[in-house]
């Protein structure tokens, strides 16, 4: 992956977010986006190492589309600015898509790679079978928070989103009340790729996946339960 002409490409396509120029530049996207695959795959086969359960995802699934969904955006922008792929043991990579936990990683526009494990905003009824599993199982997840590798990586999950009190029909005295606000089950942390390599980057990708595996670990086991079978439903 060279990983200076990414952050370079990226940032001029921001400056220059048109089909013109996305067109001229094509043959720069398409070296990129391969290249982008190549690592991917190479990271899937890298986390199927410590999780066996991602191994089959497929690499070209993974990746999203650098085309935004412009149906219900104001912001008519048509490409994004980042490379981005998800790893997931279920292959879809969307929460609305029932895809599960995720290892997650994007290099945008100013050169940031941005390193996640989790949820992110999953929907509705996933997220009250996870909030139901947290209080259920307490002491595992008690367990995620305290790993020393997932906390030295990425201090505590990402409150984005999160509710002002414990949302309906959850009690403020249930265990981990300040986690059943949250509307993400997610950890992320963010570095700059200057000076990076390929392989830095690969390297530094792989370890912060492996870091976060307590968590996807423990957001596998959250079952899907219908809501009505729900404890207080």
């Excluded at 982008?36 to 993974?62: H, M, W, Y």
């Excluded at 219900?72 to 936990?101: E, M, N």
Aim: hydrophobic share 40%.
């Amino acid at each position: 992956m060279h990983v200076r002409d990414l952050k370079q490409y990226l940032a001029e396509l921001a400056e220059n977010n048109q089909r013109a120029w996305f067109v001229m530049n094509k043959p720069r996207y398409d070296i990129l986006r391969a290249e982008f695959l190549e690592l991917t795959t190479r990271l899937i086969a890298g986390v199927s190492g410590f999780d066996p359960a991602v191994a089959a995802c497929n690499p070209k699934k993974a990746l999203f589309r650098i085309n935004r969904d412009l149906r219900f955006s104001r912001d008519q922008r048509p490409y994004k600015t980042h490379f981005s792929a998800a790893i997931t043991a279920s292959g879809l990579k969307k929460p609305s898509q029932g895809g599960g936990p995720a290892y997650y990683f994007h290099v945008d526009e100013n050169g940031q790679l941005l390193i996640a494990g989790g949820e992110y905003l999953p929907p509705p009824d996933r997220l009250r079978q996870i909030r139901h599993h947290l209080i259920s199982d307490a002491s595992g997840f008690s367990a995620v928070l305290k790993d020393r590798k997932l906390r030295a990586a990425y201090g505590d999950l990402q409150p984005e989103g999160k509710l002002s009190r414990p949302p309906k029909g959850f009690s403020a005295d249930a265990p981990h009340a300040e986690y059943l606000r949250h509307k993400s089950f997610i950890v992320w942390n963010e570095r700059s790729v200057d000076g990076m390599t390929g392989a830095d980057l690969e390297q530094a990708v792989l370890k912060n996946f492996r870091d976060a595996l307590p968590l996807v670990r423990w957001l596998r086991q959250v079952p899907n339960v219908p809501d009505a079978q729900q404890p207080g439903a």
